[in-house]
């Protein structure tokens, strides 16, 4: 079982920046990749960044140039900074893993659908609001 808990969401003026944080435990081992993912309101939760465990990583076209992915494999915690934010960052921000290298990384600035949700560990997620 792998349990993944988010940190860091906050609220921001547009141009601010924040870094979210994902602290993994249990069977992390058993993951070839993590990732992030977004839900903005009234829209599915989308793909954000992605990274696997050969450091490869793809960034959604969406925030490209502004957020970055990292990880620190010691301490099993995920990294997303996220630069010059706008108000359209703003929903739901949520960490997944995944026993798959590759399938993260065929969300990025794709919607999961629902009835694929349950392909991925999820983290409870965490807020971002970006408003003046």
């Known amino acids: 079982q792998v349990q993944l808990v988010e940190s860091g969401g906050g609220s921001v003026q547009p141009g601010g920046s924040l870094r979210l944080s994902c602290a993994c435990s249990g069977a992390c081992a058993n993951t070839y990749a993590m990732a992030w993912f977004r839900q903005r309101p009234g829209t599915e939760r989308e793909g954000v960044a992605t990274?696997?465990?050969?450091?490869?990583?793809m960034i959604a076209r969406s925030v490209k140039g502004r957020f970055t992915i990292s990880k620190d494999d010691a301490q099993n915690i995920l990294y997303l900074q996220m630069k010059n934010l706008r108000p359209e960052d703003s929903g739901i921000y949520y960490c997944a893993a995944d026993s798959s290298a590759r399938r993260p990384f065929t969300y990025m600035d794709r919607p999961v659908p629902a009835s694929q949700l349950n392909i991925f560990h999820w983290g409870q997620g965490t807020q971002v609001t970006v408003a003046s």
């Open positions: 990274i696997d465990n050969d450091e490869a990583y």
